[in-house]
């Protein structure tokens, strides 16, 4: 089974502030990359790197420019990513109306139901909640 993984998954692994969030983070990208069963969109990517590289209460990001763009293309290397279409479009304005999602939590469940995908793992979701034939999954909740 394959999970589509949202950005926060992404940005914690290089959060320190939540050591708990980090290490389900990490754990988590490893395992996928061992298992090939973790898919990341375009959108996800696009959004990592604004978030790693906007500067924190303090005035520093979580990483330089030059570090997101290493870590960006990693990324491309380990990981399958889902480009945008006409039909994800279209899906995340029948999501966004459908289920009352934010614009880009609709569009993020568009790529899971435009490519058959059965799991979000993602915190912005209700946890277990089905919207259409995607099931959200919390992968920070104590378990």
């Excluded at 394959?2 to 990490?26: C, G, I, M, W």
């Excluded at 090939?36 to 990001?61: D, K, M, N, Y």
């Excluded at 990513?81 to 999602?101: F, K, M, N, S």
């Excluded at 880009?104 to 259409?132: K, P, V």
Aim: a negative charge; one cysteine or more; glycine letters at 6%.
């Amino acid at each position: 089974m394959s999970a589509l993984v949202d950005t926060n998954v992404l940005v914690y692994r290089f959060d320190p502030r939540q050591p708990d969030k980090q290490r389900r983070a990490t754990a988590l990208l490893r395992r996928g990359i061992e298992t090939e069963s973790l898919l990341l969109c375009h959108q996800a990517i696009v959004e990592f790197v604004a978030a790693v590289t906007r500067p924190l209460p303090g005035g520093r990001p979580l990483l330089t420019m030059a570090e997101a763009i290493q870590e960006t293309e990693e990324l491309c290397d380990q990981f399958t990513v889902l480009l945008p279409d006409e039909l994800v479009l279209r899906t995340a304005l029948r999501g966004a109306a459908a289920y009352q999602l934010a614009w880009f939590d609709a569009h993020l469940w568009a790529y899971a139901e435009r490519y058959g995908i059965t799991e979000i793992l993602s915190e912005d979701f209700q946890h277990g909640r089905r919207y259409g034939g995607v099931r959200a999954v919390n992968p920070f909740l104590s378990a």
